[in-house]
């Protein structure tokens, strides 16, 4: 079977200042030093990309932006090109976090016009997918994460795959402290992996990496790990304490 390195996301949020963020990035660096079995990426907030770029340069850990627009520059005011995140050395990109499909309203469209368009800009993407409550509850967990993915990789090629990662994320478990069983989430990443064997190939679906994401903590961490189709985690609120943080890549590594 093959070996996939698991991958530690912090996602920042709109959480933290220059100062605070600096520290805790400092604060993962020397986690991540240590802890060589992983990949970790930070997405602090935009203003503090550069400051905490300076932080982690001479470290293991990647930086990360939460958004951008799908577009090389022009009238889009408050919006964030992907040459400006390369400036700022950003390399991986979330696109589909539940925050912006459901409190900002992207659609299937537009997140895979922006996966498109950052795979051809070279960047590692993070591709969010994840049912809400009305749907698990409504037994159509699988239609929904399933058609999350076959729509957000719609452009995606057999040779782009290694820069893709995919991230399930149940809508009910982000920031609510409800975390998907092991067996529930295994299940959901198993069918993902069946997918991308179906629209690619079994090479596809053994390297592509899933991580889980909705409230992962110290505690829950490494049994959600030990799952075969689990690679790993989208880390929110843990994320923002360095000592949790460091704790969960500690359980992955
Ligand atoms: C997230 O923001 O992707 C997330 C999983 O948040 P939390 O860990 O707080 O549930």
């Known amino acids: 079977m093959m070996q996939r390195r698991p991958i530690i996301g ?3 949020k709109m959480n933290t200042n220059l100062e605070t963020g600096m520290a805790l990035a400092s604060q993962v660096a020397d986690a991540a030093s240590t802890a060589k079995g992983c990949d970790v990426v ?3 907030p935009f203003p503090a990309l550069q400051a905490i770029d300076s932080v982690i340069s001479s470290s293991p850990v990647t930086l990360g932006a939460q958004n951008f627009w799908p577009e090389d520059c022009g009238a889009f005011t408050g919006e964030v090109s992907c040459e400006m995140l390369t400036d700022l050395c950003v390399t991986s990109l979330l696109i589909g976090h539940s925050e912006r499909r459901h409190v900002l309203h992207e659609s299937d469209v537009l997140i895979a016009k922006k996966v498109d368009f950052a795979i051809r800009m070279d960047f590692q993407v993070v591709l969010c ?6 749907q698990r509850e409504a037994g159509n967990t699988l239609e929904i994460v399933l058609g999350q993915v076959q729509s957000g990789l719609e452009s995606v090629k057999h040779d782009s795959m290694k820069n893709i990662v ?5 809508v009910w478990a982000i920031g609510t402290g ?5 067996e529930d989430a295994q299940a959901v990443h198993s069918a993902i992996r069946q997918e991308l064997a179906s ?4 090479d596809v679906a053994s390297s592509t990496r899933i991580q889980y994401g909705g409230s992962v903590k110290p505690d829950n961490a490494k049994e959600l790990f030990a799952c075969s189709d689990i690679d790993g985690a989208l880390v ?10 460091a704790a969960i890549i500690e359980a992955a590594c």
């Open 129 to 134: 997918v994840g049912e809400t409550l009305v």
């Open 236 to 245: 929110g609120g843990a994320a923002l304490s360095g000592e949790s943080f």
């Open 42 to 44: 930070i997405y602090p």
């Open 199 to 202: 629209r690619y190939d079994d």
């Open 166 to 170: 995919i991230a399930y994320e149940p």
């Open 10 to 12: 912090g996602n920042w």
């Open 178 to 182: 409800k975390t998907a069983s092991a």
